[in-house]
């Protein structure tokens, strides 16, 4: 009979080989290892899972009644693992996946109109032009990594990487020097709030693994925190390579058009208009909780900070704003297709991956692990965390895919464990671990070489080490935070 670790085993081996190995789409790879976990778990293991840990040491001993026997105030919860027993594999995922869908469709699928809409009317490039005027040619740098930190909520990695970097050249070009210090600092604050701040998949999948323990509202301010944080580490480590390597600008490559230049000669939005749409979710989310831990409650704001509400109402605004600025010709009906089209991939890939994570709870995973792990032990589980994430992310290339992976592993064991510290930390140490190590089976390190025209060797010397220290930077922050202030 197959034991927990085994079939955790088995599960991670099954995603990592079909990504690698067979190259197979990051959905397909996780909907086959869920549903070969799922079949291979034994209904002890599904009988124990379905139970609490009062209602599984009650049952299983008797609770001073002879063994076997069902006491009868757990009378419902043994009849509640029976049934999970016998239910059939395939029916566990489905149903779990759409507990995923459920909870993480509707905001990506806005998150993905958001980020549309933002780089069709223009918006996007109104938030970088208008930091670099208040940073100066001096600051361009950081005004490179806060547009791109800003953008990088809303609007995937790569997408903004393609937004910013034509600006980059263009500032190579004027100032004849610093290449590489402009391409560092727009991937540093990108590819940290790709990872740490939710609407965007892998932060809100994450939060959603640990329930009510995480909201979407403080996995957004603890990744605002953490992120801009490691985004200091990472603008400090491009001061210093660009002192140290002096990469050229290669002129002879083909570069493909940036998203927000078709704009360039339309009128722009202003930049409070343009601010909104990313705004505002921050503002109702965020607010929502602050108040909520201060103890103020009330109908309507419980209302507009939800998760749903608030990124719709976003979505509202930033389609509006691309209706009143979107160039002659285009369609608004169009371009909110295509970025619901996009999303519906993403959807795919977190919902099965959420569905995945749910199959390895199933196993009693994590009621191992935690038995062996408690009182100030758990800070352990931090660094766990990290290193788990760190190794799925190297070994297949999707920082995505590795938070969902691991966050399906990781939450049960905080949800099954008397934490000395929040929960937000593990969500935190999850994203921090998706950085390391970005190399050849990462398509985000050939998108970094092909538009810079920096060689693979380059890239990795540079940008793979710099979000390597990023990380290292968030961690030891993340670390710090739950034992001085565990926010428990």
Known sequence: ????????????????????????????????????????????????????????????????????????????????????????????????????????ALIIAMAAVIGRCLLDSGGAKRIVDSLMRLFGVKGTPFAFAASAFTLGIPVFFDTVFYLLMPLGKAMRRETGKHYLLYVLTIVAGATMAHSLVPPTPGPLTVAGFFGDEVSVGAMMMGGLIIGSFTVCVGIAYAYWADKRWEIPLREDLALPLAAGDKTASCPAPPLWLSLIPIALPVFLIGGETILSMAGVSHPLIEFLGDQNIALLLSAGTAVVLLIRYTPAGESTRQAVQEALASGGTIILITAAGSAFGAVLKDTGIAQLISSSVSGSETLMLIPVAYLVTALIRTAQGSATVAMITAGGMVAPLALGTDLSYSALYLALAIGCGSKPISWANDSGFWVIGRMTGMTPMETFKTVSVMMLLMSLAGLAAILLGAVFLPLV
């Open 1 to 104: 009979m197959a034991g927990p670790l085994i079939l955790l085993l088995v599960g991670v081996l099954i995603v990592v080989i079909a990504i690698i190995g067979l190259k197979w789409h990051p959905f397909i790879a996780l909907t086959v290892a869920s549903l070969t976990v799922a079949a291979l778990t034994p209904a002890d293991l599904l009988y124990r899972s379905a139970l609490s840990g009062e209602e599984r040491a009650a049952l299983l001993t008797g609770d001073g009644m002879p063994v076997g026997t069902v006491p009868p105030a757990y009378a419902g919860a043994h009849s509640e693992a029976v049934k999970k027993s016998e239910s059939w594999f395939v029916s566990r995922f489905t149903g779990a996946f759409g507990d995923g869908c459920g909870r993480i």
